[in-house]
C-alpha cells in the first residue's frame, strides 16, 4: 500500500519567516495530494491541493509543489503568522474503487511573534 | 450551508460499555470517511461507506467495532465493549460523488474510556 512520509515533525519559525513542510510518497500511481490544517482541538481542514497534472499551485501564501519523478511535494507557507500555527498534514491519493487518502504523521508548525 | 456534523462531541464510557458515533455528511455528499486520531499522531483510516454499502473497511479492526450509512440518517461507527485503547478523537469527513476528491472534516467526538 501506500506509505507517505512527512517532515520535519516540529517546525518552528520567527513571525515573518518562511515554513517548508516535505513528504514524500510511495506509490507512483498517486495523483492527488490535499495538505490539512489542524488547530489545537478542531477539525483538519484543507487548506490546499494538488494533482499530478500540475507541478505547482499558489493560493495566496501558500503554495504546493509537487515532483513526480522523485515523488516527492512540498508545502510552503510564505509571511508566516501566529494564526498559521497549526498541525499540517500532507495525504496522497490515487484513483480506484474508493479515494482513500494516506495521511502523512503531521508536522507541528509554530511561529513565534 | 451546513458542514459536516458529529456528535456527540465528547463521549465517556466505561469499560465494556457501547459508544455510537454518528456522522451527517454535507449537503449532497454521500461518501463517508472515518479516521481515528490519537493524541499527537495523524489521522488513521478506518472505513469507507457510500449509502448502505460499505466500500472498503480495510482501517477497521474485526472485532468490537462496525459501521453503517443508512438510506435514511447518519452514517453511524459503533463500538461495542470499549477498552481504553479505543479512547481517542474519530472525525468522519465527507465527499461528493461523481469522483471528486476533496474530503471535508466534521468536528470530530472525542472518546474516552475509564
Known amino acids: 500500500g501506500e506509505n507517505v512520509e512527512q517532515h520535519p515533525s516540529t517546525l518552528s519559525v520567527q513571525e515573518g519567516d518562511s515554513a517548508v513542510i516535505k513528504c514524500t510518497y510511495s506509490?507512483?500511481?498517486?495523483?492527488?495530494f490535499p495538505w490539512y490544517k489542524q488547530e489545537l482541538g478542531k477539525r483538519p481542514q484543507l487548506i490546499i491541493d494538488?494533482?499530478?497534472?500540475?507541478g505547482e499551485k499558489k493560493d495566496q501564501r501558500i503554495a504546493v509543489t509537487l515532483n513526480k519523478t522523485a515523488k516527492h511535494f512540498s508545502l510552503h507557507i510564505t509571511e508566516t503568522q501566529p494564526e498559521d500555527s497549526a498541525v499540517y498534514f500532507c495525504?496522497?491519493?490515487?484513483?480506484?474503487?474508493?479515494?482513500?487518502?494516506?495521511f502523512g504523521r503531521g508536522t507541528s508548525l509554530i511561529v513565534h511573534p | 450551508n451546513a458542514g459536516v456534523m458529529q456528535n456527540p462531541r465528547h463521549l465517556v464510557r466505561r469499560r465494556g460499555q457501547e459508544a455510537r458515533l454518528r456522522c451527517s455528511p454535507m449537503?449532497?455528499?454521500?461518501?463517508v470517511y472515518w479516521y481515528r486520531q490519537l493524541p499527537e499522531e495523524g489521522l488513521k483510516f478506518m472505513v469507507y461507506?457510500?449509502?448502505?454499502?460499505?466500500?472498503?473497511e480495510s482501517g477497521m479492526p474485526k472485532e468490537r467495532f462496525s459501521a453503517e450509512f443508512p438510506k435514511e440518517g447518519p452514517s453511524i461507527l459503533r463500538i461495542q465493549q470499549v477498552v481504553r485503547g479505543d479512547s481517542a478523537a474519530y472525525f468522519c469527513?465527507?465527499?461528493?460523488?461523481?469522483?471528486?476528491?476533496?474530503?471535508?472534516f466534521g468536528p470530530g467526538t472525542r472518546l474516552t474510556v475509564t
Open positions: 469527513a465527507s465527499s461528493g460523488s461523481g469522483g471528486t476528491y476533496e474530503q471535508y
Open positions: 506509490d507512483s500511481a498517486s495523483n492527488y
Open positions: 494538488i494533482r499530478s497534472n500540475v
Open positions: 495525504a496522497a491519493s490515487k484513483p480506484g474503487g474508493s479515494y482513500i487518502p494516506t
Open positions: 449537503k449532497g455528499h454521500s461518501h
Open positions: 461507506l457510500q449509502k448502505e454499502n460499505i466500500i472498503d
